[in-house]
């Protein structure tokens, strides 16, 4: 079974700084099936990036994702204050289908 | 627009059972799997399990194996997440989403409460 696991727990930043928020699988997967998601407070999840470096639509290009071996990065430039958030690695593959990292609190500084 | 619509809160007693709803439209809701996430009170997101409408074929994760029941009615676009007997820690927003989580429902709030 694929575990995720992210850091920093709580990343404080301020507006204009540039966010990296890391996700570590616990076995190779292939980075076609790890994506990113953005939550805010009393809101649905809201998809950013799928395939570990494709923006979903309709995200602005400050936001970046990569991969390295079991390591996932996603990179915010520039940071807008509508960007503070939880943020949300998962994988979809064999075992199990789907999975959730314990996500990424981005708080303004 | 592509979009999956959630039933609406419920304030539900322990031993109650209960379904909520989701129904897809703008797609073809058939092919497409469909996950169900659970969010309990300030914690993260965890996966349920999933169903392809097209022939209800079921996963669940091993946490939520006989607990939930997931099912669909592929004829009106909509799948079902269902409980028995709930529990005051099923407390929690209940989120469909297409398995790609593309696309996510509003999410449905569920309260288990005496």
């Known amino acids: 079974e694929i575990v995720l696991t992210q850091s920093p727990g709580t990343l404080s930043l301020s507006p204009g700084e540039t966010a990296t928020l890391s996700c570590r699988a616990s076995?190779?997967?292939?980075?076609?099936?790890i994506g990113w998601i953005q939550q805010k407070p009393g809101q649905a999840p809201r998809p950013l990036i799928y395939?570990?470096?494709t923006r979903a639509a309709g995200i602005p290009d400050r936001f970046s994702g990569s991969a390295s071996g079991t390591e996932f990065t996603l990179t915010i430039s520039r940071l807008e204050p509508e960007d503070f958030a939880v943020y949300y690695c998962?994988?979809?593959?064999?075992?199990?289908?789907?999975?959730f990292g314990q996500g990424t609190k981005l708080d303004i500084k | 627009e592509v979009q999956l619509v959630q039933s609406g809160a419920e304030v539900k007693k322990p031993g109650e059972s209960l379904t909520i709803s989701c129904k897809g439209s703008?797609?073809?809701?058939?092919?497409?799997?469909i996950s169900w996430v659970r969010q309990m009170p300030g914690k993260g997101l965890e996966w349920m399990g999933r169903?392809?409408?097209?022939?209800?074929?079921?996963t669940y994760s091993p946490s939520f194996q006989g607990h939930v029941t997931i099912s669909a009615d592929k004829s009106i676009s909509t799948a079902y997440l269902q409980w028995d007997s709930l529990k005051a820690s099923d407390t929690a927003v209940y989120y469909c989403?297409?398995?790609?989580?593309?696309?996510w429902g509003q999410g449905t709030t569920v309260t288990v409460s005496s």
């Open positions: 989403a297409r398995h790609s989580l593309d696309v």
């Open positions: 703008g797609y073809n809701f058939a092919n497409n799997w």
């Open positions: 169903i392809y409408p097209g022939d209800s074929d079921t």
């Open positions: 076995q190779y997967i292939s980075g076609g099936y």
């Open positions: 395939a570990a470096s």
């Open positions: 998962r994988q979809f593959g064999a075992s199990p289908p789907c999975a």
